[in-house]
């Protein structure tokens, strides 16, 4: 056996530098705590392929790969049947996760020292890049779901804090509001999940609540709540939490508006690590809601291809290049909620599940990578807007090849990335949901004509009028960019099938060569689409968006959900609902706080001669007070 | 029988006399010029004693079963000896001053003694031992209190004392013969099999809790409380509100779960309405009051109330959250007490108005007040919050629910007289705030243990799962 305690190490790292730079680093120069920042997740990185390769490949024999619970510490114990541990629990998913999760990490932290160079609170936003990852790692490492919960508010709380990093920017502090809000808002679901799962079983620990055909769901699945079993509820609750994270409709509002934050931060946490935690979430609880709950299954699957599709209409209309690859984010999610939802349980039936994993693998690397690479444009032009830009390929090579790759991987364009874990999951859905692949199909269409329309136009068409030539950025930002681009490229190459499997056994792919090959197809026509329209200057796009007319705009509004939204919270709830507690709240109950205030202050006054200094009086009181406790108990007895 | 071994089950009592001799020694063979250098002397060698006692030993009993030794009785004197000797750094400064001079030997034995007989109290396993325990533990400290003699307040708290405690220890006295009377014994494990709720035992221990409710300053007998620990020095205020007041809980509830275990209904009614009282009055007294000494006085009432809550909970876990309770207890209110002392040492100021913008001039010291009294109020999270939550666990376990909403609803007033004083520190304005000083390097220590202690105490289960592994053999 090998030892895994070193693990700890992985996201104690981060912590002991948050807590550092976040006590010290006023004092230091700023960009010591960007240095020590990367280097300490710099190691956490090493040490995470170090233990990917030792748990995949030093120990493999070609047979099933087990969990392993290197630490586990008691933190609370309530009763000796309520306890709560941390620990560290190593099975395929959670390696592949550390690896995920530190090298964009360690990317970001290493692109940040020329992106953020001389900003105001440069200590301040590594100390939460650093709180930030340390969280996100005490997630996927957690051995229990509770663990995972109290994680789960701190990735939350750093997310908070680096949306509204700019927080003199009002937009910033209200995205960073909306975010907060709203993931808030799906926790409570998840919280309420998480207690009527462990009320019933009993336990908090993935070690038992994970065994296939365990009998820990008994109780609960004998409940019945307005018609729906208790462990259908529960898994719906939990899942709530996941869409809440993972920003899937209706619950996506927040993480167009959280682009305010730095764009580092957006390709770190909002586009590679934790709008994947619900995925994740899912993942690691995939084998009850499998054998438990498999309508709630359905349901989620359902959730990520309507997302996943609305997702990619709207990202087709956005200018804002951030909010393009916020949108199609979102819509990537989607794409791996989708094969969760159609998978099914070991070897070739849980196909989707491997493919979800494996899409979440890719799209860390190119989502990552289109961030990172708009990051440096916005860093040069010194806006968001494609309006602004134009022909970037002469003076930004290096971005242009890159940014290139990682469109290809997002259209599915072979050999790259995406191309291999997306045509896994259309193959997964196409054998067990038909309408399900259909709309995946259609938006690995529309998908590909965002992103390229998104690339000609920063990249082709006409220069704009430049204030100043833009440039390459610095080597710091570039070497993330190439690293990223390669993963982006050859990333598709890893064997996922014997790596991260639903049941830990790998399992033999076949090629569908009727799907792949009608895939390869939409992307290309949805490539092509994008050159005729916007390769060279045209007024195209603008005729065909006047022919679409309320379509278009209403798609251009995001189909008005915010301000369903705003109707909703401002116009019902705050009119009908809010006020008329409020009333109730400052009349009645402050009244009667007020109230229990005055009388408390008078009876103490009341109640002052009883300590009047005088000793005589002290004993009588005394004295009286044993004759009162005696009479009392006597009373309680019954003898009266 | 009796060889060395079992001996050593008694050392925390030996060792503390020895030390209290020592420094007697010490203080004949010192000039009164050089009588200061009794101070550290005593600190070092009162931590030496402690260190010594952490040793374990295997539990035993000594003296036909008079005095029980066990992991559980050793861990608590260990906290005690713990407590004394943060109050021993906080009171540096105040030793220091010249009117102490040739009475500093004195505070230290007298304080040492007091823990002896606590100790013994402790480890007592009949009424005699206990009693004995109780009154060596009494006696020393109304000499305590009247420690500035030549202050009528402190000489009128240490009349009161010992008067009021006289007439407690008569009722308590009262009650255990009582007892003995009725099942004709004085061992605790030979009174508890022959327990009945028959009325001269019901009336016995009605006398015994009235007593303990003393020691405890429960109310209604807790009137003592404000005049002694305004009287006394600041130090001995902490530690009657922190030593003498644990211990005292500690051996009730051992009594109550051991001894009157077949009467646990009836004692549990009496606990009830006196945590309620207790609980509330201490709560509604401490709102008025402007003196921190009065303060702390009348919030250690009502934390006294929280711990009756606990004491419901019964068994190991009842135990264990008293042990854990009262073990941040000490860190919390040692806290509290140490910025005051350190403020009144450094400027005389003990009123809660004279603490306005402290936080302008002294940092370091509001941060470390703020902190114990959020641990006070139970907020998370600071230790107290994990002490509070468990004690409610405990008396959630056997379904005493009304009791813990009127438990939280009273934490919840406590919190508002809690944060008066941050706001004053940190909020009101001061023309003339308390000017920065620099304290005495114990007194540093003291505050830094104990607010290191506050911040982590929480977090480290093996403490809370320690206690209960001892306590889970006994019950």
Same mark, same amino acid.
């Given at each position: 056996m090998i030892n895994y305690s070193y693990t700890i190490l992985i996201p104690l790292i981060p912590l002991v530098i948050f807590v550092f730079t976040g006590l010290l680093g006023m004092k230091w120069k700023p960009l010591v705590s960007g240095i020590i920042g990367t280097v300490g997740v710099g190691i956490s990185f090493f040490l995470s392929l170090f233990t990917a390769y030792e748990y995949f490949f030093a120990t493999a024999t070609g047979s099933a790969y087990h969990t392993i619970i290197p630490v586990n510490m008691l933190w609370l114990s309530f009763t000796h049947t309520l306890q709560i541990h941390m620990g560290v629990l190593l099975d395929p998913i959670s390696v592949m996760m550390i690896v995920v999760v530190t090298t964009i990490s360690f990317m970001a932290h290493l692109y940040s020292i020329g992106y953020m160079k001389g900003e105001r609170g440069?200590?301040?936003?590594?100390?939460?890049?650093?709180?930030?990852?340390?969280?996100?790692?005490?997630?996927?490492?957690?051995?229990?779901?509770?663990?995972?919960?109290?994680?789960?508010?701190?990735?939350?709380? +750093? +997310?908070?804090?680096?949306?509204?990093?700019?927080?003199?920017?009002?937009?910033?502090?209200? =995205? &960073?509001?909306?975010?907060?809000?709203?993931?808030?808002?799906?926790?409570?679901?998840?919280?309420?999940?998480?207690?009527?799962?462990?009320?019933?079983?009993?336990?908090?620990?993935?070690?038992?609540?994970?065994?296939?055909? *365990?009998?820990?769901?008994?109780?609960?699945?004998?409940?019945?709540?307005?018609?729906?079993?208790?462990?259908?509820?529960?898994? &719906?609750?939990?899942?709530?939490?996941?869409?809440?994270?993972?920003?899937?409709? /209706?619950?996506?509002?927040?993480?167009?508006?959280?682009?305010?934050? /730095?764009?580092?931060?957006?390709?770190?946490?909002?586009?590679?690590?934790?709008?994947?935690?619900?995925?994740?979430?899912?993942?690691?609880?995939?084998? $009850?809601y499998h054998f438990q709950a498999p309508d709630v299954l359905i349901f989620i699957g359902y959730v990520g291809g309507f997302t996943s599709l609305i997702a990619a209409i709207i990202a087709m209309t956005q200018f804002d290049i951030k909010r393009v690859l916020a949108y199609s984010t979102l819509s990537q999610i989607g794409y791996m909620m989708?094969?969760?939802?159609?998978?099914?349980?070991?070897?070739?039936?849980?196909?989707?599940?491997?493919?979800?994993?494996?899409?979440?693998?890719?799209?860390?690397?190119?989502?990552?990578?289109?961030?990172?690479?708009?990051?440096?444009?916005?860093?040069?032009?010194?806006?968001?807007?494609?309006?602004?830009?134009?022909?970037?390929?002469?003076?930004?090579?290096? *971005?242009?090849?890159?940014?290139?790759?990682?469109?290809?991987?997002?259209?599915?364009?072979?050999?790259?990335?995406?191309?291999? +874990?997306?045509?896994?999951?259309?193959?997964?859905?196409?054998?067990?949901?038909?309408?399900?692949?259909?709309?995946?199909?259609?938006?690995?269409?529309?998908?590909?004509?965002?992103?390229?329309?998104?690339?000609?136009?920063?990249?082709?068409?006409?220069?704009?009028?430049?204030?100043?030539?833009?440039?390459? &950025?610095?080597?710091?930002?570039?070497?993330?960019?190439?690293?990223?681009?390669?993963?982006? *490229?050859?990333?598709?190459?890893?064997?996922?099938?014997?790596?991260?499997?639903?049941?830990?056994?790998?399992?033999?792919?076949?090629?569908?060569w009727g799907i792949m090959l009608p895939s390869v197809g939409i992307g290309l026509l949805g490539l092509a689409v994008a050159w005729v329209l916007y390769k060279k200057e045209n007024d195209l796009p603008d005729k065909i968006s006047k022919k679409l007319g309320i379509l278009y705009t209403s798609t251009y509004h995001k189909f008005y959900i915010d301000e369903i939204y705003l109707f909703v919270t401002k116009k019902i709830i705050f009119n009908y609902i809010a006020r008329p507690?409020?009333?109730?709240?400052?009349?009645? %109950?402050?009244?009667f706080m007020i109230g229990v205030g005055t009388v408390t202050v008078k009876i103490s006054y009341k109640i002052k001669k009883f300590q009047s200094g005088e000793l005589q009086q002290y004993a009588f009181v005394f004295v009286a007070g044993v004759i009162m406790l005696a009479l009392f108990i006597l009373y309680s007895l019954g003898y009266h | 029988m009796m060889d060395f071994k079992y001996i050593l089950l008694m050392r925390h009592e030996l060792l503390l006399v020895l030390v209290a001799v020592i420094i007697l020694i010490f203080d004949f063979l010192t000039d009164r010029e050089k009588k200061n250098r009794l101070i550290p002397f005593s600190i070092y060698l009162f931590?030496?004693?402690?260190?010594?006692?952490?040793?374990? %030993?295997?539990?035993? %009993?000594?003296?036909?079963?008079?005095?029980?030794?066990n992991a559980l009785t050793d861990f608590f004197k260990d906290i005690l000896n713990l407590a004394l000797l943060i109050v021993f750094m906080q009171s540096e400064g105040y030793l220091r001053k010249e009117e102490n001079r040739e009475k500093i030997a004195e505070y230290f034995v007298l304080l040492i003694l007091t823990l002896v007989g606590m100790d013994y109290m402790v480890s007592s396993g009949d009424f005699l031992t206990f009693y004995v325990g109780l009154e060596t533990a009494? $006696?020393?400290?109304?000499?305590?209190?009247?420690?500035?003699?030549?202050?009528?307040?402190?000489?009128?708290?240490?009349?009161?004392?010992?008067?009021?405690?006289?007439? +407690?220890?008569?009722?308590?006295?009262?009650?255990?013969?009582?007892?003995?009377?009725?099942?004709?014994?004085?061992?605790?494990?030979?009174?508890?099999k022959h327990i009945t709720a028959s009325p001269l035992i019901i009336l016995g221990f009605i006398f015994f809790l009235s007593g303990m409710g003393f020691k405890i300053s429960l109310v209604p007998f807790h009137l003592w409380t404000a005049d002694v620990y305004e009287g006394?020095?600041?130090?001995?205020? =902490?530690?009657l509100s922190v030593v003498s007041k644990g211990a005292a809980?500690?051996?009730?509830?051992? $009594?109550?779960?051991?001894?009157?275990?077949?009467?646990?209904?009836?004692?549990?009614? &009496?606990?009830?309405?006196?945590?309620?009282?207790?609980?509330?009055?201490?709560?509604?007294?401490?709102?008025?009051?402007?003196?921190?000494?009065?303060f702390l006085a009348f919030s250690s009432i009502a934390q006294a109330g929280f711990i009756l809550v606990g004491i419901m909970g019964t068994g190991s876990l009842g135990m264990t959250s008293i042990v854990y309770f009262i073990l941040i207890y000490v860190f919390t209110n040692l806290g509290a007490f140490g910025v005051a002392s350190a403020i009144f040492n450094a400027s005389g100021v003990e009123t809660i108005s004279g603490y306005n913008g402290l936080y302008k001039t002294n940092p370091r010291l509001s941060l470390i007040m703020m902190l114990s009294l959020f641990s006070l109020a139970g907020i998370p999270p600071v230790a107290g919050f994990f002490g509070k939550f468990f004690m409610f666990t405990s008396a959630g376990s056997k379904g005493y629910f009304i009791l813990i909403l009127i438990g939280v609803l009273n934490a919840t007033i406590s919190l508002y007289y809690?944060?008066?004083?941050?706001?004053?520190?940190?909020?009101?304005?001061?023309?003339?705030? %308390?000017?920065?000083?620099?304290?005495?390097?114990?007194?540093?220590?003291?505050?830094?243990?104990?607010?290191i202690a506050l911040v982590f105490i929480g977090f480290a289960g093996g403490i809370f799962e320690y206690i209960m592994s001892v306590s889970h053999v006994l019950f």
């Open positions: 440069f200590q301040r936003y590594y100390s939460f890049l650093s709180l930030f990852t340390f969280s996100m790692l005490g997630v996927v490492l957690a051995t229990n779901i509770f663990q995972i919960y109290i994680f789960w508010e701190l990735v939350g709380a +750093s +997310s908070f804090l680096l949306i509204g990093f700019y927080y003199d920017k009002p937009s910033a502090v209200a =995205a &960073a509001k909306k975010a907060f809000i709203v993931t808030r808002f799906a926790d409570l679901g998840f919280l309420i999940g998480i207690l009527i799962l462990s009320y019933y079983t009993g336990t908090f620990d993935f070690s038992k609540l994970l065994q296939p055909g *365990t009998h820990l769901f008994a109780g609960l699945a004998g409940v019945s709540f307005l018609g729906l079993s208790g462990i259908t509820w529960a898994m &719906a609750l939990i899942f709530m939490g996941a869409a809440g994270k993972s920003a899937m409709f /209706p619950l996506h509002i927040w993480l167009p508006d959280a682009m305010e934050g /730095p764009t580092p931060v957006s390709a770190l946490i909002h586009a590679a690590t934790m709008v994947v935690a619900g995925v994740f979430l899912v993942a690691r609880l995939f084998p $009850i989708v094969a969760l939802g159609v998978s099914g349980y070991g070897g070739e039936a849980g196909l989707g599940y491997m493919a979800s994993m494996f899409h979440l693998f890719t799209h860390a690397m190119f989502k990552a990578l289109l961030f990172l690479g708009a990051g440096s444009i916005i860093h040069t032009i010194h806006s968001n807007f494609m309006k602004d830009m134009g022909g970037l390929r002469k003076y930004m090579p290096i *971005t242009h090849f890159t940014f290139l790759a990682a469109c290809l991987a997002i259209s599915g364009i072979p050999p790259f990335a995406g191309f291999f +874990s997306k045509d896994e999951i259309l193959a997964a859905a196409f054998e067990s949901n038909k309408l399900l692949f259909y709309v995946e199909y259609i938006t690995a269409g529309l998908t590909s004509f965002y992103i390229f329309r998104l690339y000609f136009n920063i990249f082709w068409g006409k220069d704009p009028e430049y204030k100043h030539k833009p440039h390459e &950025a610095p080597l710091n930002m570039t070497i993330p960019l190439i690293f990223l681009g390669l993963g982006s *490229t050859f990333g598709g190459f890893v064997p996922f099938h014997k790596l991260v499997t639903s049941d830990m056994k790998p399992f033999t792919t076949v090629t569908h507690i409020a009333w109730f709240d400052h009349n009645i %109950v402050d009244g | 931590a030496g004693a402690m260190l010594v006692s952490f040793f374990p %030993v295997k539990p035993g %009993v000594l003296f036909g079963g008079s005095f029980q030794g009494s $006696i020393p400290l109304a000499g305590l209190v009247a420690y500035d003699k030549f202050k009528s307040r402190s000489a009128e708290g240490g009349v009161k004392l010992i008067l009021l405690s006289a007439l +407690s220890s008569g009722v308590l006295l009262f009650g255990l013969s009582l007892v003995y009377g009725a099942t004709g014994s004085i061992y605790f494990s030979d009174i508890a006394a020095p600041m130090s001995i205020t =902490a530690y809980v500690f051996i009730l509830t051992i $009594i109550l779960y051991k001894v009157f275990k077949n009467i646990t209904g009836l004692w549990e009614t &009496a606990l009830y309405a006196l945590a309620i009282l207790t609980m509330t009055v201490g709560n509604l007294f401490a709102i008025r009051q402007n003196n921190i000494k009065r809690y944060l008066m004083v941050v706001k004053a520190m940190f909020i009101n304005k001061n023309d003339h705030p %308390v000017p920065y000083f620099r304290s005495p390097n114990f007194l540093r220590f003291s505050l830094l243990l104990c607010s």
